[in-house]
């Protein structure tokens, strides 16, 4: 299956004819749940008749405040409401003392791996299901006691909850902080997966890339899906275009790319398997 991330930019397009080529839309809960009059009568045919997962921006998994009780449960509304199977959130926070509107980096130490997985937890004893974690792009690393992996995949164990694998953000953080993206991809728990992201980034320095969603998928983000196909088994994939966002008919020639690759390893098994 593969996706797109519905932004209300394309809503007039989508709702004309829905490509071929788009198996499921992912939507932030956040940008939606409050809307009425139009939007939200738009919203609701492209549910009633489209396959749809949403993904969170403000839940604040890791933040030291306590957790918005109420804000869960109005999603467990909006999920009812929509048809929505699947909801996942960023292995961050973005609130204090308030909200910050920005994904931090949560500490990698064994307390906050405590504190995050009883965090989620309880959301999905609110929810009553599973939710998946993604792994986030970070540009800074405090306190850290333990690598980005082994706090990934700690809280993957203890939460028992999915991961939504994000493969760019694996090859920016590859690239900012001088890991081997392979090995981190391949290390990851293959049964966690629940779907993953692809996206395209900005390249502030040789060292330095920033995650956008603001451009196109460049090559060696094709290479690492390709690769995660192969380590993992094909899994659900979405594209991610959060600006800079073109015609529908551009983002469905990067839709046909993770058609094909996915064509390419369901033969690829099959013959292993045969």
């Not at 929509?82 to 994904?103: P, R, T």
């Not at 993957?156 to 694998?165: I, R, S, T």
Request: glycine fraction near 6%; proline fraction near 4%.
């Amino acid at each position: 299956m593969v996706g797109l991330g519905l932004r209300r930019e394309m809503l007039d397009e989508l709702l004309m004819q829905i490509p071929k080529q788009i198996d499921f839309m992912e939507v932030a809960p956040e940008n939606w749940l409050k809307l009425g009059g139009r939007f939200a009568k738009q919203f609701k045919s492209l549910t009633d008749t489209n396959n749809f997962v949403c993904h969170g921006l403000s839940l604040s998994i890791g933040s030291p405040e306590p957790l918005d009780i109420e804000f869960v449960k109005a999603l467990k509304v909006f999920f009812k409401a929509h048809n929505v199977k699947l909801f996942s959130e960023h292995l961050s926070y973005c609130s204090g003392s308030g909200h910050m509107y920005d994904l931090m980096p949560i500490p990698f130490t064994e307390a906050a791996i405590a504190h995050v997985v009883g965090r989620i937890k309880q959301v999905q004893d609110i929810l009553e299901q599973q939710i998946a974690i993604e792994n986030v792009s970070y540009y800074a690393a405090p306190g850290q006691q333990m690598s980005e992996l082994e706090f990934t995949t700690e809280i993957l164990q203890q939460a028992d909850c999915k991961l939504l694998l994000d493969v760019n953000n694996i090859y920016v953080n590859s690239i900012n902080h001088g890991y081997d993206a392979e090995h981190f991809l391949a290390s990851l728990p293959s049964q966690r997966i629940a779907y993953g992201h692809v996206a395209g980034h900005f390249n502030e320095a040789d060292d330095l890339l920033i995650d956008t969603h603001g451009a196109d998928v460049i090559d060696p983000v094709w290479q690492l899906l390709d690769r995660a196909y192969q380590h993992h088994g094909v899994f659900a994939t979405l594209l991610e275009r959060d600006f800079n966002i073109p015609a529908i008919a551009e983002l469905t020639k990067e839709l046909d790319i993770i058609h094909q690759l996915q064509a390419k390893h369901a033969i690829i098994q099959r013959k292993e398997s045969a």
